[in-house]
């Protein structure tokens, strides 16, 4: 992105918001806002360049340009290292640290087929986005997230996500058992680079296979419409998603960091 972060991460973080996002310069680096998503933490962020500002400084040049905003997220444009060990002041003040595997395919994935009885496709219908819905909501309870408003932020999200697919900007895709949704995920592209979003599966069906085989069926599929982009994805670092993704493989380019304080009550 020309005149935005170098990060592969962040570059791709801010392709799949497509033009529901704006990026504006910063003296400490970029402001990233989702104006129809206030309450999604990653959208709504300050973008950090240069060695790490002072957390007083960052602190409150987030609450400057997010005013209204309950929680505070701050990612750092710094491809080339890791900050994490550099970032115990903000730990200190209950932020969570996150350092993420940013992963680029190196070779052609290995092939990778679906357990006998799962069909895998696009997702396109309301049913089908009603199911994404539901899996993303499931999966955010396991995760502690209970209340209705995260129902209504997720919905929000599966809103822009078929935005930015009816504007061309990627699909959505589906590993289906009959009419139930064991897993999804989603990848967009520019042409030039293309970002898996939400891989996800349902508890009672992990571990059989279908993450890899979804994963590459959405590759075929890019392989077909845009051969020349760059497939990313970002994983936990060093956890199990990111084995899995190396097994098919896809190689470590960068690590991405970031700091959110949670509003109070999350």
């Not at 599966?201 to 890019?222: D, F, H, I, Q």
């Amino acid at each position: 992105m020309i005149g935005g972060p170098k990060s592969l991460g962040l570059a791709t973080d801010i392709l799949v918001l497509g033009n529901r996002a704006q990026l504006e310069p910063h003296p400490l680096g970029w402001v990233l806002l989702t104006p129809d998503e206030p309450d999604f933490w990653y959208g709504n962020q300050l973008i950090l360049k240069g060695e790490p500002p002072a957390p007083d400084e960052a602190i409150a040049a987030f609450r400057e340009a997010f005013p209204q905003a309950e929680h505070v997220t701050l990612s750092w444009d710094a491809p080339e290292r890791s900050l994490a060990d550099d970032l115990d002041d903000l730990a200190e003040r209950g932020f969570i640290i996150e350092q993420d595997d940013v992963l680029s395919l190196e070779a052609r994935p290995a092939q990778a087929v679906p357990p006998n009885g799962f069909r895998l496709r696009e997702v396109e219908s309301v049913s089908d986005w009603a199911k994404v819905a539901n899996l993303k909501v499931e999966i955010g309870v396991e995760d502690g997230y209970a209340d209705e408003g995260y129902r209504a932020f997720i919905l929000g999200r599966c809103a822009g996500w078929r935005k930015a697919i009816a504007a061309g900007e990627g699909a959505w895709f589906g590993a289906f058992e009959g009419e139930t949704l064991a897993a999804d995920l989603g990848l967009f592209t520019d042409g030039r680079i293309a970002r898996f979003q939400s891989v996800e599966t349902a508890a009672a069906y992990r571990r059989r296979g279908l993450c890899s085989a979804l994963v590459v069926y959405a590759l075929n599929w890019l392989a077909a419409r845009a051969p020349q982009a760059q497939p990313v994805i970002v994983a936990e670092a060093d956890g199990d998603a990111g084995r899995l993704y190396r097994r098919l493989g896809f190689a470590l380019v960068e690590r991405q960091t970031s700091a959110l304080l949670r509003p109070e009550g999350y």
